[in-house]
């Protein structure tokens, strides 16, 4: 079975950029469709970005639209997410996944295979 461990988050400014890696063990990672989510305590997980597992097709939440990039690399089992321009509103616990779909929208009942998730936070 896949797992994933997300790794790179901390502590940045607004204004700032943080890459924010998942590692995959059990299977080849690039036979799946993968995707970041987030979550503040009191809210739903909510879709950042997803990528497919075939042709590249990637996609956004309006909310980071422009300012996220989403990427994998086959050698190194292993997707980023390239955050830019961060804001407070960005602060979270990102979660990556995979086996889903990624479609417009991204919800968490597309993917089967979470990692245990890892804190970003944003302030001055």
């Known amino acids: 079975q896949l797992q994933l461990v997300e790794s790179g988050g901390g502590l940045v400014q607004p204004g700032g950029s943080l890459r924010l890696s998942c590692t995959a063990s059990?299977?080849?990672?690039?036979?799946?469709?993968k995707a970041w989510f987030r979550q503040t305590p009191g809210k739903e997980r909510e879709g950042v970005s997803c990528?497919?597992?075939?042709?590249?097709?990637?996609n956004y939440a309006d909310s980071v639209e422009g300012r996220f990039t989403i990427s994998s690399d086959v050698a190194n089992n292993t997707m980023y997410l390239q955050m830019n321009s961060l804001t407070p509103e960005d602060t979270g616990v990102y979660y990556c996944?995979?086996?889903?779909?990624?479609?417009?929208?991204?919800?968490?009942?597309?993917?089967?295979?979470w990692g245990p998730g890892i804190q970003v936070t944003v302030s001055a």
């Open positions: 990528i497919d597992s075939i042709g590249g097709k990637t």
């Open positions: 059990g299977d080849t990672f690039n036979y799946y469709t």
């Open positions: 996944a995979a086996s889903g779909l990624c479609p417009r929208r991204v919800a968490v009942s597309y993917y089967k295979y």
